[in-house]
């Protein structure tokens, strides 16, 4: 069977679907989420060259959607896989959209006239979302999704849609197929390290603790404040910020005893930013070790610190809320200095950790996690992205964490040897 199978949309995925379609090969790109996109489209700028992050991506996501060797299946899972290299039987869910695809023009008129505010899972919790919507404006496919769990079924949204696009409970449903295919490619991405259950640091018990994932959203201009940073709790611009670094990483107690690899520098990214925007603002990154790795890296930790950003190296043991500041006593462990910050904005740089679905989605595709729940690799060294069931490879963060950069990289090789499976099977 000469067609392809990659799981997950985000870069990872949305590389190797590409490279394998541009072979001339047929691909499907089975996405859970209504859009393709993934972490990147969350994120304002990317390190190490301060890009815009969706002037990346979003070329990408729509050469996804127009090209005529992919097939795009959003809202779908994949719950069985069956057969070998070469000859495998993709058994797939795909959840209603309650949308009809032809005639939605994404115009949002619906989104408009829709009463129901509910939490934005995209915007990272900040601000709300309707229940009908769309993710984020450049959403591939450009569809609004009804979120049925939410709807009152007013009937507002039906009533605007000149299309009549909107469609009922009983007008879409669940739907199972399978897809056959030779090859398939896993690039399902990865969790953000769940911050409350690093009780000492209060998140969500005091509001201007938040998470590095939910500041990304909070500096994007297309984000829920329009770029500007406020304070969750009065709306006030932060004259201190503290950046707390490895909240979910290296921690043993925790049970995450690895680097994330990407929240030294992602958190040097943000420091950066917003000396530039805010040069009045005081910005502290609290770290253990600063693990900058890769090419520039380096250079990019020096210019930081030409722009102002202060590096403590300490850790702080627990913070505190007080007179509408929060108190992060540190030691600073170069100077034996111990310092109180009075900080208006804390920022948790919170750790890449496997998805919740990952050990379930494992046991369905017949391949393995290792000890941190990451999947695994048949071989770190000559076969980083292969799996112990040939024909089957995975790609970006679902297999460790890493940057973008390398999770392009990975698409690439995953898709090389898909291809390749291809043509000897
Ligand atoms: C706060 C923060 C800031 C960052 N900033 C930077 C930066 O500036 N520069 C940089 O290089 N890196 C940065 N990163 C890292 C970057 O986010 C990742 O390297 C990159 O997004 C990994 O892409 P991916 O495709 O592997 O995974 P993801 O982006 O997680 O994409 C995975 C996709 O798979 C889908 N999926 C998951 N499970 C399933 C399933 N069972 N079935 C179907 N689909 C599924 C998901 O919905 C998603 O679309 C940052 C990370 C964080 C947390």
Redesign the pocket.
Known sequence: MNEAVV????????TAALDIANHGIHVHL????PT????????D????TNDC?MCILSPKMVEVERHPNITLHTL???TGVAGTAGDFTVSVKRYPRYIRAADCTGCEDCVEVCPVEVYNRFDAGIGVRKAIYKAHPQVVPNLVVRDREHCIDCGLCYDVCGKQAVLRNDEDTEEEFTIKAGTIIV????D?FDARKKTPYKYLSIPDVI???E??RIINASGPTGGKIKRISDGRTPKEIVFIQCVGSRDLPLGCPSC?A??C??AI??AMLIREKYPDTRVSILYMDIRAYGKGYQEYYDRAETLGVRFIRGMPGDIYSQDGTVIVQVENTETKEVLRINADLVVL??G?RP?G?ASS?AERLGITCDESGFFESADEKCGPVQTLRPGIFI????KE???????VM??GAAAMQAVMTLMRE
């Open positions: 799981i997950g949309g985000g870069i990872a995925g949305i089975v996405e859970r989420e393709i996109g993934g972490h990147m489209a969350m994120l700028k990317t390190f190490p992050s779908t899972e994949v690039a399902t991405g990865y953000v998470t590095s994932l500041f990304e994330s990407v929240c520098m992602y990214k943000n740089s919170v890449i998805t679905t989605l790609a970006g963060t679902c964490p890493m940057d973008i950069p390398d999770s990975e698409g």
